[in-house]
């Protein structure tokens, strides 16, 4: 069945540093992707999102590469601060008719130290 | 500005009691989904609304049942409460369906059981 996973549960990274969090997902046909931050006690927030139709996309201090060959996403925040301290899901838009479903991944927090 | 906005944040309730979640939001969307987040996991669709249309995900037990009585206005009813409910609740909404757009959640309402 669709499922989308993390490779790590866990990450630190130091104060200033790239961090890369990776994702796999198994549906070749998905064609929608969102990265989720989400801080303890609140709800996920949206960070940045792609169409199977790109294979990189840019924001502020964020970048989410796609690669469809290996059904691989991955998201880059650069220069990583303490205030991105946070679980990060990644979620892939279900193929079933007449539904927005979401299937999300594990999650993998990261923990930024000084 | 919150819009999407869960009340109340936190709600205890007994083994057994009758208790209702409700979710508003002002962003006049079409769907709206109620989601179970247990601690450590990835947050999982219970069902969702497009406009009045109500979809369950088959997995949902029949505890579980929701109400929409407008588009700015959703409930979570679940009706005898176990312990296995204590969870974190997470409202979300879209635009509309396939709108290749992300889904905007609410903070949650944190749910214990006694």
């Known amino acids: 069945g669709e499922s989308v996973g993390l490779h790590l549960p866990t990450l630190s990274v130091q104060e200033g540093d790239n961090s890369i969090i990776n994702c796999a997902y198994s549906n070749s046909a998905s064609d929608y992707f969102i990265w989720y931050k989400q801080e303890s006690g609140k709800g996920p927030q949206f960070i940045i999102d792609i169409r199977s139709n790109m294979d990189k996309r840019q924001g502020q201090r964020v970048t989410v590469l796609l690669n469809k060959t290996v059904k691989h996403l991955s998201l880059q925040i650069a220069a990583t601060q303490p205030g991105d301290s946070a679980v990060y899901f990644c979620?892939?838009?279900?193929?079933?008719?007449?539904?927005?479903?979401?299937?999300f991944g594990t999650g993998t927090r990261l923990q930024v130290f000084p | 500005d919150a819009m999407v906005i869960q009340n109340p944040r936190y709600q205890v309730t007994q083994f057994g009691k009758p208790v209702t979640l409700s979710c508003s939001q002002t962003?006049?969307?079409?769907?709206m989904y109620w989601y179970q987040q247990k601690s450590s996991q990835a947050p999982k669709l219970l069902f969702h609304?497009?406009?009045?249309?109500?979809?369950n995900e088959a997995d949902t037990p029949d505890n579980f049942q929701s109400r929409r009585p407008n588009t700015s206005f959703c409930f979570l009813d679940i009706r005898s409460p176990g312990l296995g409910d204590a969870a974190m609740y997470l409202c979300?909404?879209?635009?509309?369906?396939?709108?290749?757009?992300?889904?905007?959640f609410g903070d949650g309402t944190r749910l214990s059981i006694l």
């Open positions: 979300a909404t879209s635009p509309r369906l396939y709108s290749n757009q992300p889904q905007h």
């Open positions: 979620a892939e838009r279900g193929l079933e008719e007449n539904t927005d479903k979401l299937i």
């Open positions: 609304y497009y406009d009045k249309d109500f979809n």
């Open positions: 962003l006049n969307h079409n769907v």
